[in-house]
């Protein structure tokens, strides 16, 4: 069972916007930002957005953070099939790191 | 280029012991915070442990705290994870990861080490 809490799988075609949800609680998300990381298959995680809504260099600005209270969100805008991997949502909370439980993307 | 390389991991008996090391470049390693995170077979990742840049702030997961010790040479430019009374749900890919862009984010990957606790 993770602290926080994403749905385990979401979907979408070509071009379309996905969004991903991250739940969590006032000592986690409440209380500290929260990043983003993408995982292809086989593949060690990659930041995608850190500080609720910032993007590394070299991330396209296809993808997008938000935050509000407890939760968060991740919005993948012009879907494309190589965005088809895992993503999960990660925060500090209570002096130890916490992660959602993940949500594989499928584009269809 | 920044670079981690994680290495170290292996096949240990439940109750043995393991050290992974972590060696950085391509970044001042001494300024910055590092992590450890593991991924279970088939699963979601796992923050194990967090370090300061000076190692005078160390956190660790309740599910690892007491059996494992995290440290750093700055000298080194490496980081290393001390694994004792190794259990099976301890079997997982280890990854270390730094905090360069800002704290708490994961910016920079190893490419982890397999680490698998099995009779």
């Known amino acids: 069972q993770s602290v926080l809490t994403q749905p385990p799988s979401a979907s979408g075609t070509p071009g379309q916007t996905v969004t991903i949800s991250c739940s969590g609680s006032s000592s986690n998300i409440g209380s500290n930002t929260v990043n983003w990381y993408q995982q292809l298959p086989g593949t060690a995680p990659k930041l995608l957005i850190y500080n609720n809504n910032q993007r590394p260099s070299g991330v396209p600005d296809r993808f997008s953070g938000s935050k509000s209270g407890t939760s968060a969100s991740l919005a993948i805008s012009g879907l494309q099939s190589e965005d088809e991997a895992d993503y999960y949502c990660a925060a500090w909370g209570g002096k130890r790191g916490v992660f959602g439980g993940g949500t594989k993307l499928t584009v269809l | 280029e920044v670079q981690l390389v994680e290495s170290g991991g292996g096949l240990v008996e439940p109750g043995g012991s393991l050290r992974l090391s972590c060696a950085a470049s391509?970044?001042?390693?001494?300024?910055?915070?590092m992590n450890w995170v593991r991924q279970a077979p088939g699963k979601g990742l796992e923050w194990v442990s967090s370090l300061s840049s000076s190692g005078s702030s160390i956190f660790y997961a309740d599910s690892v705290k007491g059996r494992f010790t995290i440290s750093r040479d700055n000298a080194r430019n490496s980081l290393y994870l001390q694994m004792n009374s190794l259990r099976a749900e301890d079997t997982a890919v280890y990854y270390c990861a730094s905090e360069v862009i800002a704290d708490t984010a994961y910016d920079y990957w190893g490419q982890g080490t397999l680490v698998t606790v099995s009779s």
């Open positions: 391509g970044f001042t390693f001494s300024s910055y915070a």
